[in-house]
């Protein structure tokens, strides 16, 4: 009797301490993208389909925060199908979220039902720059689209495309309201740097 009660105990640590339900999700999204067939273009468009449950709602409809997370998992899907995470491990580098912004047009309410789009834009010699876009089930609007910068640590995205395609690659050209949203992220960063004195330190 006195083991179960320490493995509720252990549970309720757990699950007081660490996103458990994060982790399950993300395990189970990589274990079928795993299984599902390559994407050997490895900037085409993946869609996860998805709906919103009781535990994604604030009001009704899903909250602001979720679909970041959906964004995330979705991501998880992305770069197992089109190998950009076997790519990462064989050159021993690694990703971080760098920058997102996500702009909501239509709530998602409770039940409904919607696509999750998700696609590699372009990059940079330091960042992938990806578009994910939140489409109604119901009536093929976007009800919400984000995009996020991928930072690439101990790499580049021109190394990983030639690990992938076993060739130069060239960049695609930056859409008009990404190059916008990739100023204000130079523009916000030089500010933080000058309040920060790090520019002064490095002259």
Not at 37 to 64: F, K, S, Y
Not at 153 to 177: A, N, T, W
Request: proline letters at 3%.
């Amino acid at each position: 009797m006195w083991w179960v009660l320490w493995a509720l105990a252990a549970l309720l640590a757990l699950f007081c301490t660490l996103d458990v339900w994060y982790f399950l999700r993300a395990a189970a999204v990589v274990l079928r993208a795993w299984f599902q067939p390559p994407v050997w273009d490895v900037t085409a468009e993946q869609i996860i389909l998805g709906r919103v449950l009781p535990h994604d709602i604030d009001m009704c409809h899903m909250n602001n925060a979720r679909y970041l997370r959906e964004c995330d998992f979705a991501r998880f899907s992305l770069y197992v199908r089109n190998g950009v995470f076997k790519a990462l491990r064989a050159l021993g580098a690694s990703m971080v979220v760098g920058a997102t912004t996500i702009r909501y047009r239509r709530a998602l309410c409770i039940g409904e039902g919607f696509e999750l789009r998700s696609r590699i834009v372009t990059w940079d010699d330091k960042s992938f720059f990806l578009e994910q876009r939140f489409v109604s089930a119901k009536d093929g609007l976007v009800c919400a689209v984000m995009y996020c910068k991928q930072n690439v640590i101990r790499g580049s995205p021109d190394k990983i495309m030639q690990h992938l395609c076993k060739r130069k690659v060239e960049c695609p050209e930056f859409p008009e309201d990404l190059q916008h949203w990739v100023s204000f992220i130079s523009a916000s960063s030089q500010t933080l740097r000058a309040e920060s004195g790090l520019d002064e330190k490095n002259k």
